[in-house]
């Protein structure tokens, strides 16, 4: 993509030359000048409050070396990291009994998850259900569905299965009587579904990762698979639903104000919007005053240094710095100086309403 392509006066003062003309030509993922605004810089590597992160991977916790993640947790100040990546059955038991070998189960929670592909069998909800008993009984605190499943899984006749299909309703109602939250992520980034031409803001992504790139028949449209996630929670005021990423709006705060305002049993967390929070510091103060008890801290991909950006947008009030992935975010960010009140509820306190299994005793000092 070329965003200049013209004749650029270079003064030269070393040579003490006159001007000279040069056609000069550069790309957009070469230009990328540093910033030389002089300005605060905070340098936050710990959150200001012990938090907990709700939206962690690690699909291989019954053998990972359990001391170094609570020892970097420990350097960032989380308390708690919630593994939506328990996988259900013998395997979240093995990764109980890791954890608990190691004494760290109130530091690292577990969310199972469960197998869509075989909906067609006739007993699939029954044996379902029953896993989800049995990964409750072995420490299972919520359950997590990936967007693979509600935009790529398809069932016996090629048909993509949809989160609001009927079969699925006994899933939802044993998580609500159990008081387990559903943390879904559902869609991407609508702008992948958008032209990949000069006017789409993750033209960059797109072009380094193509596989990324939608189609409104591949799977369906992007609104198709998010209202699909909002039926679902509209369908299920019993069970309490965590939609991953802000549910991709936000982008557009006001939207999202006006559907947590509509569907009381819907939460959302902080993961990989970080970007857009960081835009529109004073719209994204705003949202997180009226909606404080809504918003749950989440991360997604687990990367200590990335965290730190989180904090800083969350509780500095840094300007025009930047995102760790230019590919993602381009601009630079803003932060949004969360008063503490506000902090709390995000790092933890909402945690502590929501999700079974968090210990409040971690928090009194
Ligand atoms: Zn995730």
């Not at 969360?338 to 995000?346: A, N, R, T, V």
Request: aromatic share 12%.
């Amino acid at each position: 993509m070329l965003i200049f392509s013209s004749c650029l006066f270079v003064t030269g003062i070393l040579s003490g030359q006159r001007n000279t003309p040069l056609d000069i030509t550069i790309d957009f993922e070469s230009y990328d000048p540093p910033s030389s605004l002089v300005v605060p810089v905070s340098d936050v590597r710990q959150a200001r409050f012990p938090f907990v992160d709700v939206h962690s991977h690690h699909f291989r916790m019954a053998e990972q070396d359990l001391n170094k993640l609570i020892a970097e947790m420990d350097q960032l100040n989380m308390k708690v990291i919630v593994n939506l990546s328990g996988r259900g059955g013998h395997y979240l038991k093995a990764m109980t009994d890791n954890i608990k070998a190691h004494g760290y189960e109130d530091r690292i929670l577990l969310f199972t998850n469960i197998e869509l592909r075989t909906i067609d069998e006739s007993d699939w909800a029954e044996n379902t259900v029953k896993q989800i008993e049995y990964d409750i009984e072995n420490g299972a605190r919520g359950l997590k569905l990936y967007k693979s499943q509600g935009m790529f899984n398809q069932d016996k006749d090629g048909e993509r299965i949809k989160i609001t299909d009927p079969r699925l309703k006994p899933i939802w109602e044993v998580c609500g009587r159990n008081g387990l939250p559903v943390l879904i992520h559902a869609a991407d980034p609508a702008a992948f579904w958008q032209a990949h031409d000069s006017l789409n803001e993750r033209w960059l992504e797109l072009k380094l990762i193509p596989s990324r790139k939608r189609e409104d028949d591949n799977p369906a449209s992007w609104e198709t698979i998010i209202n699909e996630q909002l039926d679902l929670f509209r369908q299920n005021p019993g069970t309490n639903f965590i939609s991953a990423h802000f549910s991709w709006f936000a982008n557009d705060l006001e939207h999202l104000g006006n559907l947590l305002d509509e569907i009381p049993n819907m939460y959302i967390e902080t993961g990989a919007i970080i970007a857009e929070l960081g835009r529109q510091p004073r719209m994204a103060s705003k949202f997180f005053d009226r909606y404080q008890d809504r918003i749950l801290f989440g991360k997604d991909a687990y990367n200590v240094e990335e965290y730190y950006t989180y904090f800083r947008v969350f509780e500095s009030a840094d300007e025009y710095f930047p995102y760790y992935k230019r590919y993602h975010a381009f601009w630079r960010m803003y932060g949004l100086d969360l008063p503490d009140s506000i902090l709390k509820k995000l790092y933890y306190q909402n945690a502590l309403k929501l999700i079974p299994g968090l210990k409040p005793e971690l928090w009194k000092e």
